[in-house]
């Protein structure tokens, strides 16, 4: 097979080959993690940061090629987030951070990220229907891009000094924009794509470069157009890639679009003076059947994304083969590449030896995906490796387990099953039996958790200490918070969650159907980690799980206590899930087994329980077409979790770092008696985002718990009162963002004391 391919720019350019898209970066025993957090605490200076980030780099390039791959990616690695960084790379810094300009870079990244003195942090949001959160760039009228950091180049003659010529990936210009908000002043009617054509004089200019010091490639990620898109949008698509594509002296340029379909944004690239499109055709592949009839494509490569880059099943070889096939002919050539970055799966799935032999077989984490890509990419170029073939088929095709008693169940539900009584009923019944104050305070369910705790756990999983010693040691850690919350003057308190290390992953070791890693550690944001675990066969409940630590924890007060549950479509957001049946079926299943343990805490004297939906908007699909669908079984799966309660049981739901306007039908069809949601780093724009779809009650969070500032009373009083017009003293909830798990006790503890007086003041102006 030729070596080159076709070039709009020039004659040939080196082939693609098979690659992936993206490779995660907080390294297999994570790191970046435990170095960035080091960082922070000041063990460690920014050199020798830098040289452990430059190790995991180097590593990344010499795994990826020996693997096999015919490009390696680069610029993939970031010490937070790779939104945050586009945006140093182009000058977007607010002018809060401008104090911060001229000290060391990574002191201004950080403030960025984490907050400064004086200097909120940007806000965080998720990416796309991921649980990966990315920091939102403000843009405004005033915004000067400018190639103000060379990170990107100076990544590349990283590996070109390793001996490795990488294949940079940017953020896309247009999806960096659409993704960016307006900064506050910003004029009515003002959008950051308004700024577009300034930012690709940064974006030439930046290729430019890139091709001086060598690159042959260059990816430009731009996942925005697998949602739906405007006109004017897809307009700026086309200005965008016709302004670089016809660029004198560029890469070649490879555009990615993943998480979907590209839709009408194909054909717009296709027409584009551009190298190489990466289609996602796992996501759906609607996009094949569009591509028969683009002649723009027939000088262009096609990466055909056939390995899923988010779950972490083997490849079925042959329906993988046949979609990339569909585009022989139709595109000048067709290499085979993962549907998204593998910034989503954990390393090594090798690892595991503690997971079932069966299952383990069924997995392919990030590596085991590389072998996927190169092995597929072999067999499209005519090569013979049928024995391969052959194995990777039969590991596809192992079954899930089936549970016919769960199955049978749930045929026999009704409609009266997802039903509770009116919303006023339950509110008198409720106002009745608890009795709280105006703008009742409470946290979010987790306290932090100091090294002690975590060593008790690991202590206990390793049969260091038995069952009766381990709950005695959580026992007095549930006393101690509950001590602590009477004493800040908390109305409605929590048992803090010791025994939880992680809110899917707890109950995933508690229910049948699920399996948990050991090493499967994904990056969630910024040096958080999060082990998802995976749901592989029926789910079932077979004995309750968080009874006893909240009956324990209620038994040593007389205020409320909230039991704490993780709802169904967040268990499903935040493990990896079976691929054989709709979403709905699993979420369904998952949905009875909590029916059960909420049944069963309220029969043990809970009267408030939580269940948690922070991926509720998460998990929504990108085109409007296939959402109600989706909302449909979403709302029915949690409905069916509390459809059996009491009317004088108060039923909470908590929702974070989401564009909660998207799905403010969805949350009033919760049915939540009280909803809690992410509110302080976007300085209360839920509240204009839900607008007339305020549920019944509702807390706004006013302690954002993923920045080490602290809220004066004053603050938090000023966010309480820009809520108090809308939702009223009889319906607003005071509560941070989000639990406190990652805090360090002392700043919660201050913040929580604060949060308790301001809502006093609040609650006595009326």
Known sequence: MPDTVPSTTRGTRPRLGSTVLGYPRIGPDRELKRAVERYWRGDIGAAELRAIAASLRAATRAELRDGGLGSVPGNTFSFYDQMLDAALTVGAVPTRFAGLAAGDPLDLLFAMARGAAGAPALEMTKWFDTNYHYLVPEIGPGTRFRLADRTPVTDFLEGRRQGITTRPVLVGPVTFLLLSKAADGAPDGFAPLDLLDSLLDVYARLLTELSGAGA????????????????????ALRRAYDRLGGLADRPGLLVAGYFGPLGDALPVLANAPIDAIALDLVAGTADVDTAGALTGLRDKTVLAGVVEGRNVWRTDPDGALSRAATLLGTAGRVEIATSCSLLHVPYDA?????????????LAFAREKVAEVVLLG?????????????EARVRAARPAGRD???RARLDALGPDHYRRAAGDVRAKAQADTLRLPPVPTTTIGSFPQNADIRTDRAAHRAGRIDDSEYERRMRAEIERVVRLQEDIGLDVLVHGEPERNDMVQYFAEHLGGFATTAHGWVQSYGSRCVRPPVLHSDVSRPEPMTVGWSTYAQSLTSRPMKAMLTGPVTILAWSFVRDDQPLGDTARQVGLALRDEVRDLEAAGLRIVQVDEPALRELLPLRAADQPAYLEWAIDSFRLVTGGVSD????????CYSEFGEVVGAIDGLDADVTTVEAARSRMEVLSELGSGVPRALGPGVYDVH???????????????AALDQIGPQRLWANPDCGLKTRGEAEAVETLRNLVAAAAVVREAG
């Open 216 to 235: 042959e490639w260059v990816q430009l990620d731009e996942p925005a157009f697998a949602a739906d898109r405007t006109p004017a949008e897809l307009a």
């Open 350 to 362: 090798s690892r595991e030896t503690g997971l079932d032999a069966d299952l383990r077989e069924r």
């Open 378 to 390: 072999r067999a499209l170029d005519g090569e013979d490796v049928t024995a391969e073939l052959v």
């Open 404 to 406: 016919d008693r769960v």
């Open 648 to 655: 004088s049981t108060q039923v909470h739901t908590h929702l």
């Open 707 to 721: 920045s080490p500032e602290v809220p004066s009373q004053a603050s938090i009083a000023l966010l309480l009162r």
